[in-house]
T-cell receptor, first 113, second 114 residues
Framework: SQKIEQNSEALNIQEGKTATLTCNYT??????LQWYRQDPGRGPVFLLL?????KEKRKERLKVTFDTTLKQSLFHITASQPADSATYLC????????????FGTGTKLQVIP | EAQVTQNPRYLITVTGKKLTVTCSQN?????MSWYRQDPGLGLRQIYY???????DKGDVPEGYKVSRKEKRNFPLILESPSPNQTSLYFC?????????????FGPGTRLTVL
């Protein structure tokens, strides 16, 4: 069955540095991948979608890459700020359709002032 | 304001007592979905609906029912709740009929089944 792996350990970085989060997947060739941000006790908020034919996508300080050969997506936050502290989730559609989706367990990012 | 609302936000109940968690969106979205979130397991899809009267199972549908009689509403029904359904529940919606579109999540409902 398809599986998504995100680093379950929290990532602590210094303010101003670039944070890099990883999403690996197996047994699947998704047409796209999404990244969400989730703050404690709140619903996820959509950040970026990258399609299989897009190697990289940017939005302000955010950058996502998608390597279908490595079956991996990297999520970067440049010039990180304490307000970026949150859990970041990646999500992929189910094989065979765009109606179902699988989420990773998320990586908790802590930006230290 | 465009939003997804859920009620109640917090609920403590006992095993076997039927309950309904409501979900409503004001964005005229066709696609709606329910998820549960548990520590270490992440978000798991329970049911989804691509339009009125069209619903289908997600990854963990056992013990849950849904209905989609109106476009804006997508209630989650637990006919006979059990302690293993204690979880944080999220409703989400997206435009179009597929999850490829941006999903907007509700604030969550924290359910405890004793």
């Amino acid at each position: 069955s398809q599986k998504i792996e995100q680093n379950s350990e929290a990532l602590n970085i210094q303010e101003g540095k670039t944070a890099t989060l990883t999403c690996n997947y197996t047994n699947y060739s998704p047409a796209y991948l999404q990244w969400y941000r989730q703050d404690p006790g709140r619903g996820p908020v959509f950040l970026l979608l990258i399609r299989e034919n897009e190697k990289e996508k940017r939005k302000e300080r955010l950058k996502v890459t998608f390597d279908t050969t490595l079956k991996q997506s990297l999520f970067h936050i440049t010039a990180s700020q304490p307000a970026d502290s949150a859990t970041y989730l990646c999500a992929l559609p189910y094989s065979g359709g765009y109606q179902k989706v699988t989420f990773g367990t998320g990586t908790k990012l802590q930006v230290i002032p | 304001e465009a939003q997804v609302t859920q009620n109640p936000r917090y609920l403590i109940t006992v095993t076997g007592k039927k309950l309904t968690v409501t979900c409503s969106q004001n964005m005229n979205h066709e696609y709606m979905s329910w998820y549960r979130q548990d520590p270490g397991l992440g978000l798991r899809q329970i049911y989804y609906s691509m339009n009125v009267e069209v619903t289908d199972k997600g990854d963990v549908p056992e013990g849950y029912k849904v209905s989609r009689k109106e476009k804006r509403n997508f209630p989650l029904i637990l006919e006979s709740p059990s302690p293993n359904q204690t979880s944080l529940y999220f409703c989400a919606s997206s435009s179009g009929g597929k999850v490829t579109d941006t999903q907007y999540f509700g604030p969550g409902t924290r359910l405890t089944v004793l």
